[in-house]
Each structure stands twice: as structure tokens, then as C-alpha cells.
């Protein structure tokens, strides 16, 4: 048309019928404008029907000049004129002769009539169009919105594990704006709640059936509750919905609670059996130590193995009692600031007769510049020393300890990390969640107490304690204290 149009100008008069046909019977609005001006000179019906004026209406007002964007105020034909180009294409907003928003898509172009420069400008009306999407894009806006209130992280997800969508929790979580569809949840590596999720996601994906699970962040200590459930799109993709929860307060409470319950019940237990259970044995102890005097000035020495069973035995139940008042009596801190290498250092020197019976080698890493914390330093070495003991048992002969200690930022402040591992056969994976409970063990002559108490001591500390197994094989517990920033001890 544009072609045709530019011919019809250059061509002898003979040609203005075919050009005055094609400029009033075209469908679609067209407009000659004068370049300097502005001024509309000629306008087709159409030009006339979109905006509503009759052609004498409107030749003569300038409809281009000055134009208003969605963006801007801007003058087209200056832009025209002034890039050295021969067309331009934009986007403009004008108004009806009843007021109301006329949105265009214009293409202008310059032609030269009998020496002179005249805009060539073909209109096309978007406005349907753009109320179209501005009310789509209001809908997604109230969707984002409504999904962002949420307090909950929500992902649409594909079947192969790209975000396709994310609520705002969502995008806190991973990092990111709402709204972004260019992650993966492979992106996130193996941390929790991703792991989980993607494991969701593809079980979901592959059995269609929806799947919840509750998961714990080993160093920040926050429990997820993550749920997958299936979805489709409109054109029939398979897609899965992730929702995943913060549940750490409501499971710290119910650990608190079961933790409660269980304290109240050693109280008791611990009460009932000092009672019962410290006269007998105090007894048993003395009457084995003249036994063993007599025995041994007799010369009878068939009597000494006998005698070294009865004495492991008492041994392990005044342990047993030890380990039990320790477990059930208020703890008293007597706080002071030092370096975590004194009370590593205390632990070791407690367990070397044990490593070296065992023929287990402590090798400590950690250095002196290790960083101070607030501690009670007979606890603390006494917490240690219950792990090293632990790793000792299970160390095979020949092999080494390993302590080391780091500082790493996380939950919002900064903690010492002191990891104790080993080379043994590591934890049961199903064992993993019970190894903090009194009386639990699957050491032979263990009492199933050492744990708790650690646990106990850390976290009277401000602490907590982690319990995993190293990729290299072998037992990995890991203690965390607040780091003591200088100056804090005030």
C-alpha cells in the first residue's frame, strides 16, 4: 500500500483517480502530513471513523506533533526528520472526539510531492489489544499479590525441576525476584529443603500422586515441611506445585516438650534409683575390696578373673549412677572467656589412657588462634571428652581422631564449629534421629547417656550439636557455639 501510495504521488494526473480510490477505499486509516507543520492535509474515511471527526474536522489539526506515549511526551516527525532515516514505526496514545484513549500503531514515512516534504502515516488502532493485556497483566499482577501473601514458599515447577514461577517467600528463599522462571532446583545443589523438594518433584512427576515429607537443615537447625502436588497447564504440560513451610518453631516446641517429659521422667527415675541403688552398691564395692585382700594374701589367684568381672560390673553401674545424676541435676554455669583449644586440650588429656589402650591417635587441628567463646570450661571439656570417648570405641585400632574447628555464618550471627571424626563404621542412617536420646546405644557396655549429656552441656551454652556421617566413611559430630566477638565479654 505504502508503495502504491508513493508511486501515486510521483505519477502524472492521469494516476489521481487510481490513487484517490486507493487512499478512500483502504481499510485501513491513513494520513498525509505536512513535515514541517504537522498539519494533517489529507485524511481517508477510515482516518476519519477512527477519531471520530469529519474529514473537514480534521485536516488541519495537527494530530502527530507532540504526540503522548504510555511513556513519554514526544514530537514523531521531529524524531523522523531528525534520525535521517525514511520511516519510522512507534506507538502512540491519542484521543477520540468523545475523549475517550484512542492507542495506535503508527508507521510514518517521509515522501516529497512536487518538491515538497509531506508524512505519509498509516494508523492502526491497538486499543482493544492493549485493554486486553493491560487487564491480563492487572490479573497476574492481583495473582502475584494474592500468592505473595502467603507465608509460604510456593513454586510452580516443571516436571524436569525448572521454576517456572515463584511467590515472594519463594524468591526470598532462593534469592531472587518474584516472579522469575529462569532457575532450576538442581541450581540449589544438595542443601535442604531443595534436596527434598527435588526428590518430591521427580517422585510427583513420575507417579502422579501427590507426596509431603518433613525435613531438618543440619547447620541452621530449620525444619521444612515440603509438599508436591501435581498440576497440568492449560495446553496439558505436566507440572508439579511445591509448597514448602518453616515448621522449626512448632518442632523445636514438640522436641522441647518430648525433651520435658523425658527429663521429668529421669528426674524420677534418677531420684528412685539413688536411692535404691547407691547403698547396695557402695556395699557390694567395699565387701569386693576386703574379698579381693584376702584372696590375694591367700595366694589364691583362681579367683582373679571372677573378681575382674565383678569389678567391671560395679564400675559400669557407678558410671551408670554418675551418668544419670549428671543427666537429672540442675546445671550450674561458672562462665569465664577462653580459647576453645583449653577445654580440647583438657578433653584429650582424659581419654589418652583410653586411645592409647586402644591404639587410637588424637590428632587436633585446631590452633591457637582459635576463636574465643564464653564457656564453662570443665563442662565444655567434659562434653568433649564424652565424644572423644565415643569415637575412641569405635575407631579401629591404627587409625586417628581428627578434631578441627571453624568459624561459619549462619541463622544470623556468627558460630565456632568443633568437629570430632573418625574412621569407624559410622551411624545407621535410621539410627541418625535417636542418637541424642537418653538410653539409646549399640555399643556393648554403652549406657546411652554420653550423647544427652553433651547435647545438655551445648546447649546450655547457646549451642547445638550435630550428629552425620563423613562422605569418606566414618562418624562426624560437630559442635556449634557462638562465637565471642571482642568486646562482647563486658
Known sequence: ???????????????????????????????????????????????????????????????????????????????????????????????????????LEINASIVRHRGRELVLAFHRDTTQKTMMARKLAEAGGDWQLSIDSIQEA????????????????????????????????????????????????AFVAEHGSAL????????????????????????????????????????????????????????????????????????????????????????????????????????????????LLELGKPSLMQVSTESLLNPIGDAITDVAQLAAEKHVTIVNRVTPESARILMDRSKLAQALS???ENAIHHSPAGEEILISAQRKQTMGQTWVLCSIEDRGAGFAEADLPRVFEPFFTKRKGGTGLGLPIVQRIIQHHGGRVIAENRTGGGACITVMIPHLVDGEEG
Open 1 to 103: 500500500m505504502l508503495r502504491l501510495v508513493r508511486f501515486a504521488a510521483r505519477s502524472p494526473a492521469r494516476r489521481s483517480i487510481s490513487y484517490r480510490a486507493l487512499f478512500d477505499l483502504a481499510l485501513e486509516a491513513i494520513m498525509f502530513l505536512d513535515a514541517e507543520s504537522g498539519v494533517v492535509l489529507d485524511a481517508n474515511p477510515a482516518a476519519c471513523a477512527l477519531y471520530g471527526y469529519s474529514p473537514e474536522e480534521l485536516i488541519g489539526t495537527s494530530r502527530l506533533s507532540r504526540s503522548r506515549s504510555e511513556e513519554r511526551v514526544f514530537d514523531p516527525i521531529a524524531d523522523l526528520r531528525a534520525g535521517g532515516v525514511t520511516m519510522r514505526h512507534f506507538f502512540m496514545v491519542d484521543y477520540r472526539r468523545d475523549g475517550s484513549e484512542l492507542y
Open 212 to 323: 509431603s515429607s518433613q525435613v531438618d537443615e543440619v547447620f541452621s537447625g530449620a525444619t521444612w515441611d515440603v509438599a508436591a502436588t501435581p498440576a497440568t497447564s492449560a495446553s496439558g504440560e505436566r507440572r508439579v506445585i511445591l509448597v514448602m513451610r518453616d515448621v522449626t518453631l512448632m518442632a523445636s516446641m514438640e522436641a522441647s516438650l518430648r525433651r520435658s517429659e523425658s527429663m521429668a521422667e529421669m528426674g524420677r527415675l534418677v531420684s528412685g534409683v539413688a536411692h535404691e541403688v547407691r547403698n547396695p552398691l557402695f556395699t557390694i564395692s567395699a565387701t569386693l575390696d576386703a574379698f579381693e585382700k584376702r584372696m590375694l594374701a591367700s595366694a589364691v589367684t583362681l579367683a582373679e578373673p571372677y573378681l575382674l568381672h565383678l569389678r567391671e560390673a560395679i564400675e559400669r553401674l557407678s558410671t551408670l549412677m554418675r551418668e
Open 154 to 201: 510456593i513454586l510452580l515447577v516443571e516436571s524436569s525441576g525448572r521454576v517456572i514461577r515463584v511467590n515472594e517467600m519463594a524468591a526470598n528463599l532462593m534469592g531472587d525476584r518474584p516472579g522469575s522462571g529462569e532457575r532450576h532446583l538442581s541450581d540449589f545443589g544438595s542443601a535442604e529443603p531443595w534436596r527434598r523438594a527435588s526428590e518430591l518433584v
Open 386 to 388: 564424652n565424644l572423644l
